[in-house]
């Protein structure tokens, strides 16, 4: 067996978990939601989200998908591509709200997902970050969405968290003024909304160093050692 570098295998630091002096300011939540109807009932479970979650202390933006271009369709200095970038970078943490179309999240929820680059210039811009999944259903209660939300949160390197929340029949779950009515699906969004608020206070601090990986460490090595070496040539 190849010996493990010591300079990138080693015991784990508990002093960078637990920081005595965390960051004071609220979380900072972006919610995406997957669909642009005059009615959108994504929108309108993640803006009675964003209400609990600022009830619970957090700071929250809710994006507009509205004129964001198909991935690729476009330059990544259009206006909604670098909006959508710009808050990603503000945010510790995100929720995702799909409608489920077909069996499947819809393509206006995947669209911007597909505009969050796993890496810009040195800034990995989700990774460590925390994600809650939820999903409206036109009919009975389905999970397709947000298993398929759950794949995607891990392959961005987000730290999703075990609670979710489906809303089935959403058409019968909010009033004329779009505030979601007093039912167990509105109890399970604040659950949802309460264990993200306590897994971003827990993990913001030292998502860089949950999400280090002893393979990139040694990666990164080999190539300071080779641009040190290609100069000294």
């Not at 067996?1 to 609220?26: S, T, V, W, Y």
């Not at 970038?85 to 709200?97: A, K, N, P, Q, T």
């Not at 929340?165 to 909304?193: C, H, N, Q, T, W």
Request: aromatic share 6%; proline share 6%; charged share 25%.
């Amino acid at each position: 067996m190849p010996a493990l570098a010591d300079d990138h295998f080693g015991p784990i630091e508990l002093d960078k978990l637990f920081r005595r002096n965390p960051d004071a300011h609220p979380p900072r939540i972006l919610l995406l939601h997957g669909s642009v109807r005059a009615r959108s009932f994504s929108r309108l479970a993640n803006e009675e989200a964003a209400r609990i979650l600022q009830r619970l202390g957090c700071e929250t933006r809710v994006f507009d998908p509205s004129g964001l271009p198909l991935a690729d369709d476009a330059d990544d200095t259009h206006p909604k591509v670098a909006e959508l970038r710009d808050l990603v970078i503000w945010s510790e943490g995100m929720v995702w709200c799909s409608p489920e179309r077909h069996g499947a999240m819809s393509g206006i929820m995947k669209t911007q997902i597909d505009w969050i680059p796993l890496a810009l210039g040195g800034v990995r811009p989700t990774q460590g970050k925390t994600l809650a999944v939820m999903q409206v259903c036109g009919g009975s209660q389905s999970f397709n969405a947000v298993n398929q939300l759950r794949i995607l949160g891990r392959w961005m390197r987000l730290v999703t968290i075990p609670n979710q929340s489906s809303i089935a029949k959403a058409f019968l779950e909010f009033d004329d003024e779009g505030r979601m009515k007093p039912s167990p699906y509105y109890d399970r969004l604040v659950d949802v909304m309460e264990e993200l608020t306590k897994f971003t206070l827990l993990t913001r601090d030292c998502a860089d160093y949950l999400v280090d990986r002893y393979s990139e460490r040694k990666e990164s090595a080999q190539d300071v050692s080779a641009r040190v070496n290609q100069r000294s040539m």
